[in-house]
């Protein structure tokens, strides 16, 4: 069995199921690849190396410490986690402590985060046919460790209101990948879809010299926002739900990339390439 080692966790809302969509569609002569809402760090994880100065942001700082943890102290993280269980007693102690140091706290979010239903962190994931939820491998998380330590050589680590630190790293050969709260749907506390401003992230794009590709669910809402824009409309299993039922239409969730350079003639080249 081949391990996956291009992402470290689950993240609602994660790209791990469009990494091939989109890695065509990011400009290859960019000096700086810059992740807005970094969250699980599938599409900066996808390659071994963007640009020369890579950058990952995100407000939520449970995933700032961990990545962090994972780049200067991956062995005393993984020797924390080792003797863990996929138990449920395991896991209510650790939703009712908050643990002192960073790397108890890395651990207690990485625990988290990897034993529960949907990657949310709250409830305990129980399985009743395959291996998954709490009961998936350690020693595949561990193997991961390794390599997103590995990854994570020379990429700064950011976590900054998403308007600050646009406009702190834009320059005319910037690119910004943005993956930020949905209009609809599930979030975390940090990232509520209720709270978040739209409007702000739209005037914020609407004014840098450089290039951003930016990921939404396709709603009306945010179609109005970016009109004008190149927007092509995409498809991925919806991440919690995708075993569930037989009705694949009732499984997919509608998504539109959107960017303020073209973007359309490579994604249709590389359909009718894939149709071959």
């Known amino acids: 069995m081949t391990i996956d080692t291009k992402y470290l966790i689950n993240w609602v809302g994660g790209k791990r199921l469009l990494r091939k969509t989109i890695e065509p569609l990011i400009p290859k002569d960019m000096v700086s690849y810059l992740e807005v809402f970094g969250g699980g760090g599938y599409i900066l994880f996808y390659k071994d190396k963007w640009a020369d100065l890579e950058v990952y942001n995100d407000l939520d700082g449970r995933l700032v410490n961990l990545f962090r943890i994972v780049k200067f102290h991956p062995n005393a993280l993984k020797e924390e986690l080792n003797y863990l269980l996929g138990s449920r007693e395991m896991f209510v102690q650790f939703m009712k402590t908050e643990g002192i140091t960073d790397i108890q706290k890395a651990v207690r979010?990485?625990?988290l985060i990897t034993r529960s239903f949907g990657g949310r962190g709250e409830t305990f994931g129980c399985t009743k046919k395959s291996c998954g939820g709490a009961s998936k491998s350690q020693g595949n998380i561990l193997f991961r460790i390794d390599a997103i330590h590995k990854r994570l050589d020379k990429v700064l680590i950011e976590n900054k209101d998403f308007e600050a630190f646009i406009k702190q790293y834009d320059h005319e050969d910037a690119f910004f990948y943005c993956d930020p709260p949905y209009s609809c749907?599930?979030?975390?506390?940090?990232?509520?879809?209720?709270?978040?401003?739209?409007?702000?992230?739209?005037?914020?794009?609407?004014?840098?010299?450089?290039?951003?590709?930016?990921s939404y669910d396709d709603a009306p809402k945010i179609r109005e926002l970016y009109n004008g824009y190149e927007m092509i409309a995409v498809e991925r299993l919806n991440g919690i739900n995708n075993k569930l039922g037989d009705d694949r239409k009732n499984k997919m969730f509608k998504e539109i990339l959107i960017a303020n350079y073209p973007i359309m003639e490579k994604f249709y080249a590389g359909t009718d390439r894939n149709k071959d």
């Open 109 to 111: 979010f990485l625990y």
């Open 185 to 214: 749907g599930a979030g975390y506390a940090v990232t509520s879809t209720k709270a978040f401003d739209h409007e702000r992230l739209r005037a914020t794009l609407g004014e840098i010299k450089g290039r951003f590709l930016l």
